[in-house]
């Protein structure tokens, strides 16, 4: 297992993230130092030079290669500030009992339910690891049913549950990692 070292001068608490990111350009400043640590290059034909369009776009003087710093993130092709997103990502993982959608929608004051759900999928899927170790040892396995109360067929028939599998460590007398997938 790989570890995970912030090497960035994480904000300490809520007082230092809202001076640190207190408005857009401040995102924008943090993202490029992020894709261009050395000043920008054009990926195209490695040219240093760039003017910024009107939609926010890095054009490269010599070829006029579009670059976007959202470019290959879960911000990709937004249209909300970018301040917005990274308040999303700092609730997501600073808070030790979660945010759900709509707690999201309220602190963002987003007009969307489903603008938060969505974004919450984004910033979960980024917590898997792709390369992540198979569960090792003694494994129990199980599939369980997800849906609300509905009349008509209960259990493996209801077509409006939705299956899962799930496989789980045994580490007595704790449990270890554990995987879900929807089948």
């Not at 809520?14 to 943090?30: G, L, M, T, V």
């Not at 707690?103 to 919450?120: E, R, V």
């Amino acid at each position: 297992m790989k570890d995970f070292i912030i090497t960035d001068d994480f904000p300490k608490n809520q007082s230092e993230f809202d001076e640190r990111f207190n408005n857009d350009q401040a995102c924008y400043d943090y993202l490029f130092s992020l894709r261009w640590p050395q000043g920008f290059t054009c990926r195209h034909c490695r040219h240093d030079k760039y003017w910024r369009s009107a939609t926010g776009l890095f054009i490269c003087t010599r070829c006029e290669h579009q670059h976007s710093l959202t470019a290959g993130t879960i911000m990709h092709g937004t249209r909300k500030h970018l301040i917005l997103w990274f308040k999303a990502m700092w609730w997501f993982t600073t808070r030790k009992s979660g945010v759900n959608a709509i707690n999201l929608q309220d602190l963002l004051g987003l007009g969307s339910y489903n603008t938060a759900w969505l974004w919450l999928q984004k910033l979960r899927s980024c917590t898997v690891r792709q390369d992540r170790e198979k569960l090792a040892g003694t494994v129990e396995a199980d599939e369980f049913y997800l849906g609300g109360k509905k009349s008509g067929k209960r259990g493996r028939g209801a077509g409006h549950k939705c299956a899962v599998a799930i496989a789980v460590e045994r580490k007595n007398p704790k449990l270890g990692r554990l995987r879900l997938q929807v089948i």
